[in-house]
């Protein structure tokens, strides 16, 4: 299978307790995106990257969440003293970004449940 | 600020009939828009999508209309067959100034017997 992979697919943390989510991005994909999914919702933008560059992040993301992409390739999101507020689904996504932002293909997603 | 508006929580349509799923936008930047549908446990998979100087796009079973005027497009889905019970997220960006894709709330179709 080569599309979008994340891991671990669930993750169930007490309140205060630090979890870090990993995104394979298809990989001729240089674009790669988190988004966040809570009940109810769409997917809400966290943050995106061109190859290892950080180009934008979302308000929403608070000094808690850091989002990194060493090499270009796979991508990590890290929640620090998680609250019961970060459950969510987390989804991350790549595009093949050719000058224009194009279709996202999305992972199956990392569910947060925080007790 | 709900720049991507989908009014309709829910919709059931009868097998074989039309569903139509609509859509607003508020943002005049958008100049791309894009259908997803999403199944239980996965994560969303594209549909179709629109570009701003066209008003339909056809693929299949799927069409998409754009009405820039009044900020409006639509998914048509003909005929309605059980496995297209799902969600359907409309979304957009701004594509010229290369800014990424907004989704809305979410539009969940039953396909009924």
């Known amino acids: 299978d080569t599309g979008v992979s994340q891991d671990p697919r669930h993750k169930i943390t007490k309140r205060g307790q630090n979890v870090t989510f990993r995104c394979d991005p298809i990989s001729e994909h240089n674009r790669l995106y988190w988004y966040r999914q809570t009940l109810g919702q769409g997917p809400e933008f966290l943050t995106y990257?061109?190859?290892?560059?950080?180009?934008?992040k979302s308000r929403l993301l608070s000094d808690r969440f850091s989002a990194e992409r060493p090499k270009g390739s796979f991508s990590t999101l890290e929640i620090q003293r998680t609250e019961q507020g970060d459950s969510a689904m987390y989804l991350c996504a790549s595009s093949p970004h050719r000058g224009q932002a194009g279709e996202l293909f999305f992972g199956e997603g990392s569910r947060l449940t925080v007790l | 600020d709900q720049q991507v508006k989908q009014n309709s929580p829910s919709l059931s349509v009868q097998e074989g009939r039309i569903s139509i799923l609509n859509c607003d936008y508020t943002?005049?930047?958008?100049?791309?828009f894009l259908w997803y549908k999403k199944y239980p446990a996965e994560g969303p998979t594209f549909l179709i999508s629109i570009s701003s100087i066209k008003d339909k796009n056809e693929d299949g079973r799927f069409t998409v209309f754009l009405n820039k005027s009044a900020k409006h497009l639509s998914l048509h889905i003909v005929p309605s067959q059980p496995g297209d019970s799902a969600v359907y997220f409309c979304?957009?960006?701004?594509?010229?100034?290369?800014?990424?894709?907004?989704f809305g709330k979410g539009t969940r179709l039953h396909i009924l017997p």
């Open positions: 979304a957009a960006s701004a594509r010229e100034r290369d800014d990424k894709i907004i």
């Open positions: 943002n005049s930047m958008f100049d791309y």
């Open positions: 990257f061109q190859n290892e560059a950080q180009l934008e």
